[in-house]
Structure formats: structure tokens, C-alpha cells
């Protein structure tokens, strides 16, 4: 009997479910969800399950659904040089020296996760130079991407294997490479992982995610990021339906089928407008204020600061080429110039192709971490998806954050507005944009329940949404292989995609008390989630399914 045809009851629990919210038991037949009830009314299924599960109070809720991920990059990173964490410039070294060491001399050294604004003492924050980093490997070729992976450091060495680098935007003496010369880099370092170190990394990932509940993931892939071999053999590794879903994004300024004919389901996810703003790519309307203290804070001729990869004429292009197509288009932008851009492309495309087929098409939006007031309604006018990562304010919001140094307080503090988004109806799709942030659904929404600006927090609930139901509204329906019953939540007739979690006691968070207390009252029937107060533990997975099929188990017999 296989996995999907076994009749499984799980009792004794929390079913966090629509259809009644004081259910305490599930039966999954058939890969899909047979019934959920009282505790009472289990005792009819349980002579008829193939297997009863006690689940001793865990908690059960659809599985999470991470809408921007970079598979082989984390799986590089999860068994590789992770240089996340590191707090001065001779730590980095440090490392770099310790994992090289037993490397065999030709191999190309790839680490990734440094963050120099979080080195702890502001004079240490000169980078190594090429040679520094030539040295500390041992005379290797290094790549070393920056935490937002939109620059990189290298050593002399990988520079010379890239002879048209240093002719090409984006290049410095001895600094970070940028732009054209971080991609050329980058596409050489690449090139050295064979085929059998991507599948591995990418396997690594994918088992990453089922232990996390994560039930589908959304490849966001491209010329510039992975290659066409690395996107189309992460698809054929998913489709043996040994672990979550996988949807690809493939992001080039071509004709919108060939992300079809790769296998994807969208052409975007990641066609970038602009670039990061711990990398001074972001496009932004205003200087960066640290480039302004060290003598550098001017707008381009364009009247800008940062990189534009794409001008509005051009996103209004591809837009209507994917309208006209049935293609669903996406891109990655962040600054609020870039989304300046962003909008006037989709102005452009809707005079040509109209509000209906436009909305109908669910634009995606990458990160859109700076959206204005008329962005916001811009995105609900055009039925715009943005597909957003709560971990990037975690790890460099606030005050005193790397947003701030970057930005200035009052930008800063401004930046992924999740509560203005939501009510203003735009739909959110969370992740995690891994490697950049590791793979963590419930880090994440923590981190848009207790965002570092107090007006953009948004309810544990809505955030708990973003990251299920979410995932699965930023998927256009009509794409092949995208399942019309999966709608990330528990009801009769729906998949049995869930998962099963050890966790603290449940509760009803959100930012307004008032509507707290209320929803915790058992008259309004709110179902409650774990307590995701910042210092608590967060939820631990037990058990991962994905329409009935089990990827990851560690519940007790």
C-alpha cells in the first residue's frame, strides 16, 4: 500500500483548520484530508485507519510554502563555507583558511553570507583585499558572495580566469564586484560545480525544507543566477515526488514561453529592475546616505542612485509579451526608484492589454521593499503579488540596522510595510529568499508579527496566511503542474499537504490588544497559533506530508 493510499488518523491534537476550530483530529486518505473533527467523533475512524497517530498535543496546520528560494545555492551553503555570523575581517579570513585547508588545491573555493556592516568594530570594516583572500586559500580561486548575493569578493586568482571582468560595469580595483563583473564571476565560479555537487546541494535543500513543514518551494532561477541545467535538473529532481513540491521562475528578458519550455510554471521571479541595497544596487531615488558620507552621494544621469537593469518601456514589453503568451511575469525590485519603474511598466501594459487580463495574470513583485503610499495602491489596482521576505527586517531593520547605516532612520524604518500592504488587499506571499536568509517559515512569521516598525507588524494570523494560502495565490492557476485543490488549508476534499509540530501553547497574537483579547474569547471561534513572542522557542517539526505522501517523520509511535 503506498503512502498516498494509507487511511491515517491523527488524534489527540490541534487541527488549525477553517472548517471547525476546536478540531483536535484529522483523517488523511488518499492524499487528501477525509474529515476533521472532535476528539469524540475520532473514535468512529479509528477501526477503519490503516494508522492512528496520538499526537500527544502537537499541533497541525497546512504545510509552509516558501515563494522565493535559490535551491542549489542553499544547499551549497548548508554544507559549505558559510561566512553568515562572521564579526570582523580576520574572522572571515579565518574561516575562509580553515575550510580551505583540506580542499584539494584546483578546487574553486564558494562560500557565502558576509555582511560587513555587521562587523562589531566600525574601523575593522575594510574588507580583505584579492591577495588577503588568495592567501587565506591556500592560492585558490575564491568567490565569496555577499549576504544579499549581489556582490562578491574574489581572489586574484578567479579574477584571471575572467579576463573580461575587469572592463566591465560594476568592477573595482580591489573591492567588492558588482554588476556585470560580479555575473562574469560568478558564471566562472559556477561553472566548476559539477553535476553530481549540484544535484547533492540541491537534495539538501529540498530535505532542508521537509524538515522545516515547508511542503512547496518557488525556484527563482535565470542566466544570471544558476543556468538553464541547474534549473531544468532541480525540476526533474522534484518531480520524482520524493519531497516538497518545486515551482521555477525563470528570469530572462525573452520570449515569456521559454520558461515554459524549461519546465517552469512563471517567467520571472527573479528579472531584475534593480539590484540589493546592502550592495548600493538597490535603485533609489535619493543617494544612499553612507555613500554620501564618504564623498560619493550623487544620482546618476539618469537621476538616480544605485543600478536600473530595466527601463519602465521595457517591463511594459515584457509584460504584455506574457499577458499575450498566458505567461505569468514577475520581477525582482527593490528601491523605490526601481518600483517607480515597476509601475509605469505595468501603467504601460495596461492601456495596451487592459485592467481584466492584467489583473488576471498576478504580476509578481520580488522583495518590493520600498513601496510608497501610491505604489501600494498601484500593486491593488493591478492585482500585483509581492512576494516578500519578513526575515530581510529581521536581520537588517530598525534603527540601528543596516537599512538605517545604508538609508538613513526615516527610509529605513519605512521599508516592507506588511500591514499597509494587507490592507490594502494586495496579496503576500512569504519566504525566504535562501541562501540570503536560511530557510525558517516560522522565523519568518515572527518576524512580520513583531516587524522592527511597529505600524507595519501585522497579526500572527495574517502572517501565518502570507506564508501557507499565500504561496499557493502567487501561483498563476492555469500554469502546467500547478494543482488547483492545493489552497493551504485544511478542509475535507483538500490535499493532504500538512505538517505536524511540537509547540508551545496557542494563542492569538496580533499588534492591536484589543482585537487579541477578542479573538482569544472561545466565542470567536479563532483557532490559535503558537506563541511567536521573540525569545520563546519556535515550533518544532515532527512531521512533513505533502497530498498524503510523508517526507519527513520524527513523530513518536
Known amino acids: 500500500m503506498s503512502a498516498r493510499e494509507k487511511t491515517t488518523l491523527l488524534r489527540g491534537g490541534a487541527i488549525y483548520t477553517p472548517a471547525d476550530p476546536f478540531a483536535t483530529a484529522m483523517v488523511a486518505e488518499a492524499g ?48 559549505g563555507l558559510d561566512l553568515s555570523g562572521t564579526g570582523s575581517r580576520a574572522e572571515l579570513l579565518d574561516r575562509i583558511a580553515a575550510y580551505s585547508a583540506s580542499l584539494p588545491d584546483d578546487v574553486v573555493v564558494l562560500g557565502t553570507g558576509w555582511d560587513e556592516t555587521a562587523w562589531a568594530a566600525v574601523a575593522d570594516r575594510d574588507l580583505p583585499s584579492r591577495a588577503d583572500i588568495g592567501r587565506a586559500a591556500g592560492g585558490r580561486k575564491v568567490y565569496l558572495s555577499r549576504v544579499d548575493v549581489h556582490s562578491a569578493l574574489v581572489s586574484d586568482s578567479l579574477l584571471a580566469a575572467v579576463p573580461d571582468a575587469p572592463g566591465s560595469v560594476g568592477f573595482t580595483e580591489d573591492g567588492p564586484l558588482t554588476r556585470d563583473a560580479h555575473h562574469a564571476v560568478r558564471a566562472a565560479a559556477l561553472a566548476s560545480i559539477t553535476s553530481a555537487q549540484r544535484t547533492a546541494a540541491q537534495e539538501a535543500t529540498l530535505r532542508r525544507a521537509a524538515e522545516l513543514g515547508i511542503g512547496a518551494l518557488h525556484e527563482c532561477g535565470g542566466p544570471q543566477i544558476s543556468g538553464e541545467d541547474d534549473f531544468t535538473g532541480l525540476l526533474a529532481l522534484a518531480a520524482r515526488g520524493e519531497g516538497p513540491y518545486v515551482f521555477g521562475y525563470w528570469g530572462e528578458l525573452t520570449d515569456p514561453v521559454k520558461s515554459r519550455e524549461l519546465g517552469g510554471v512563471g517567467a520571472g521571479g527573479d528579472l531584475f529592475i534593480d539590484g540589493a541595497i546592502g550592495s548600493h544596487t538597490a535603485c533609489l531615488r535619493e543617494p544612499y546616505t553612507d555613500a554620501a558620507e564618504a564623498g560619493q552621494g550623487h544620482l ?17 514589453a515584457f509584460v504584455i509579451s506574457c499577458v499575450e503568451a498566458d505567461v505569468q511575469p514577475g520581477f525582482h525590485v527593490i528601491g523605490d526608484y526601481g518600483l517607480d519603474l515597476f509601475v509605469a511598466g505595468l501603467d504601460l501594459a495596461h492601456d495596451v492589454v487592459g485592467e481584466k487580463r492584467l489583473r488576471a495574470m498576478r504580476t509578481r513583485a520580488e522583495h518590493a521593499e520600498m513601496p510608497d503610499h501610491e505604489h501600494v495602491k498601484k500593486f491593488a489596482h493591478h492585482g500585483v503579488v509581492v512576494s516578500a521576505q519578513p526575515g530581510f527586517d529581521a536581520a537588517w531593520g530598525g534603527s540601528d540596522g543596516m537599512y538605517a547605516r545604508r538609508l538613513g532612520t526615516g527610509r529605513a524604518l519605512a521599508m516592507n510595510p506588511f500591514a499597509a500592504l494587507a490592507s490594502a488587499g494586495v496579496v503576500l506571499a512569504f ?82 490588544q484589543r482585537v487579541a483579547a477578542w479573538s482569544t474569547d472561545e466565542r470567536a471561534g479563532v483557532p490559535g497559533l503558537p506563541d511567536l513572542t521573540p525569545g520563546l522557542d519556535l515550533p518544532r517539526c515532527l512531521r512533513t506530508a505533502v497530498r498524503g505522501r510523508v517526507v519527513y517523520d520524527q513523530l513518536d509511535r
Do not use: C, K, N
Request: aromatic share 6%.
Open 300 to 316: 546618476t544621469p539618469a537621476g538616480h542612485a544605485g543600478a536600473a537593469y530595466m527601463t519602465a518601456e521595457q517591463i511594459g
Open 32 to 79: 487528501a484530508i477525509a474529515w476533521v473533527g472532535s476528539e469524540g467523533a475520532a473514535d468512529a475512524h479509528a477501526d477503519s485507519a490503516d494508522e492512528v497517530i496520538d499526537l500527544r498535543g502537537a499541533l497541525v496546520t497546512p504545510a509552509f510554502v516558501d515563494a522565493h528560494v535559490h535551491a542549489t545555492a542553499t544547499g551549497l551553503a548548508l554544507g
Open 431 to 512: 519566504g525566504s529568499d535562501a541562501p540570503v536568509i536560511p530557510l525558517g517559515p516560522w522565523e519568518a512569521v515572527r518576524a512580520a508579527a513583531f516587524h522592527q516598525t511597529q505600524a507595519s507588524r501585522m497579526s500572527a494570523r495574517a502572517a501565518f496566511t502570507a506564508h501557507t494560502r499565500g504561496g499557493w495565490r502567487a501561483l498563476h492557476p492555469s500554469a502546467p503542474g500547478v494543482p488547483a485543490d492545493e489552497t493551504g488549508v485544511l478542509t475535507p476534499g483538500s490535499p493532504a499537504t500538512y505538517a505536524v509540530w511540537q509547540a508551545s501553547d496557542l494563542v492569538v497574537q496580533a499588534p492591536d
